[in-house]
T-cell receptor, first 111, second 116 residues
Framework: QKEVEQDPGPLSVPEGAIVSLNCTYS??????FMWYRQYSRKGPELLMY????GNKEDGRFTAQVDKSSKYISLFIRDSQPSDSATYLC???????????FGQGTELSVKP | DTGVSQDPRHKITKRGQNVTFRCDPI?????LYWYRQTLGQGPEFLTY????????KSRLLSDRFSAERPKGSFSTLEIQRTEQGDSAMYLC??????????????FGAGTRLSVL
């Protein structure tokens, strides 16, 4: 079993929809949780960064962490075609250490 | 600040050949990471450096792989006697680590390796 599980999709939604992306993990030592977005043939770029449990909002993006359930989510409101990309969750047990990534979820937002 | 730079962007080689990739981190970033990503998968950690010291290596990093970061600036990743299973995207990331500050890893565009 992988340390981080993420539904690979693909996920297709109409423009303006609310998108929910999720990851589960097994290592209780993880404390730092990130969401990266990766466009085709590009490197991942950081979207959201959360320490421990709780919610964090940045514009149309909301990240949630539930450490008791070992479950993290990313919500995208008012989705746009430009949001079409692969979304990767990533976690770490310590600041500046290696990141453990999920498989990535491929999202397509149709106009 | 031009971001993390990787060279070459693409490399095609024959099985058994040696290849070397270069990564130039964001200036003044003291940590540098290497990851490998295959199609449809998330990046997998290979190794990372703080300045010139290699702090951690993954079990994925067989003895055919070697990474260096002389003088704590750019880094090279060499693969000897390449195998078809080495075909992947090799990603480099860098970060600034000090005290309790948030440590964000910024990724380059990657080097895509194809072993024929």
């Amino acid at each position: 079993q992988k340390e981080v599980e993420q539904d690979p999709g693909p996920l297709s939604v109409p423009e303006g929809a609310i998108v929910s992306l999720n990851c589960t993990y097994s290592n209780s030592a993880f404390q730092y949780f990130m969401w990266y977005r990766q466009y085709s043939r590009k490197g991942p770029e950081l979207l959201m960064y959360t320490y421990s449990s709780g919610n964090k909002e940045d514009g149309r993006f909301t990240a949630q962490v539930d450490k008791s359930s070992k479950y993290i989510s990313l919500f995208i409101r008012d989705s746009q075609p430009s949001d079409s990309a692969t979304y990767l969750c990533a976690m770490s047990g310590n600041q500046g250490g290696k990141l453990i990534f999920g498989q990535g979820t491929e999202l397509s937002v149709k106009p | 600040d031009t971001g993390v730079s990787q060279d070459p962007r693409h490399k095609i080689t024959k099985r058994g050949q040696n290849v070397t990739f270069r990564c130039d981190p964001i200036s003044e970033h003291n940590r540098l990471y290497w990851y490998r990503q295959t199609l449809g998968q998330g990046p997998e950690f290979l190794t990372y450096f703080q300045n010139e010291a290699q702090l951690e290596k993954s079990r994925l990093l067989s003895d055919r792989f070697s990474a260096e970061r002389p003088k704590g600036s750019f880094s090279t990743l060499e693969i000897q006697r390449t195998e078809q299973g080495d075909s992947a995207m090799y990603l480099c990331a860098s970060s600034l680590s000090y005290g309790d500050s948030i440590n964000i890893q910024y990724f380059g565009a990657g080097t895509r390796l194809s072993v024929l």
